[in-house]
């Protein structure tokens, strides 16, 4: 089946401007998480939603980062007055349930470059 | 703290020779272990868990507790082998905390 898609696959923008990005995860997964990976670095939680609602946002850097899922299904992350040091690669993954030993999938990530 | 530390950041072996990569962690709890893949213009692959204790590609890793270590083995290379790993540990909402990843090259 479909495997967790992410659109745009790269996204250039100019230093204070807004985007979003989106993620479309594994059809029927209750648990969506947004990672961010920068150049040599492992991947970094951000979010974690169970259905609707945000069970945890503690890896938000800061108030311009905003990530809505109203449906339970499709996610976006939003970024405000987008600066150099967002450029990274965002990751998005799905996992059935969310709880115990699930595997949580991957999307292939989109690469965000702020000029 | 929550962290896993992965100590190479390239690892560089012979095809046939065996494959050791490390990974070290510090977690308070009962620690959930894993080891990701991403193969060259792929997205991260899940490669193997300990709890399961299963062999994945002739990949095998032992949770020991006692050093906090969840090394990566495997005891004869394949040039296919060659890619990014990482080592994460599962926090205490079910995210995935990472280690900075070791790049593998088998080397022909």
């Known amino acids: 089946g479909a495997g967790v898609s992410q659109t745009p696959s790269n996204k250039v923008t100019e230093k204070g401007k807004y985007v979003e990005l989106r993620c479309d995860p594994i059809?029927?997964?209750?648990?969506l998480y947004w990672y961010r990976q920068s150049l040599g670095q492992g991947p970094e939680f951000l979010i974690y939603f169970q259905g609707t609602g945000a069970a945890d946002d503690s890896g938000l850097p800061n108030d311009r980062f905003f990530a809505v899922r109203p449906e339970g299904s499709v996610s976006t992350l939003k970024i405000q007055r987008t600066e150099r040091g967002d450029s990274a690669v965002y990751l998005c993954?799905?996992?059935?349930?969310?709880?115990?030993?699930?595997?949580?999938?991957f999307g292939p990530g989109t690469r965000l470059t702020v000029l | 703290a929550q962290r896993v530390t992965q100590p190479e950041k390239l690892l560089s072996v012979f095809k046939g020779a065996p494959v050791e990569l490390k990974c070290n962690y510090s977690?308070?709890?009962?620690?959930?272990l894993f080891w990701y893949v991403q193969y060259s213009r792929q997205r991260l692959q899940l490669l193997l868990r300990?709890?399961?204790?299963?062999s994945i590609k002739g990949f095998t890793a032992d949770l020991n507790k006692g050093e906090t270590s969840f090394h990566l083995k495997k005891p004869f290379a394949q040039e296919e082998d060659s890619a990014m790993y990482y080592c994460a540990l599962k926090g205490g909402n079910y995210q995935l905390i990472w280690g900075a990843g070791t790049k593998l090259i088998i080397k022909p």
């Open positions: 977690y308070s709890g009962s620690p959930e």
């Open positions: 059809s029927g997964h209750t648990a």
């Open positions: 300990h709890i399961s204790r299963e």
């Open positions: 993954a799905s996992s059935s349930s969310g709880t115990g030993a699930d595997t949580q999938y």
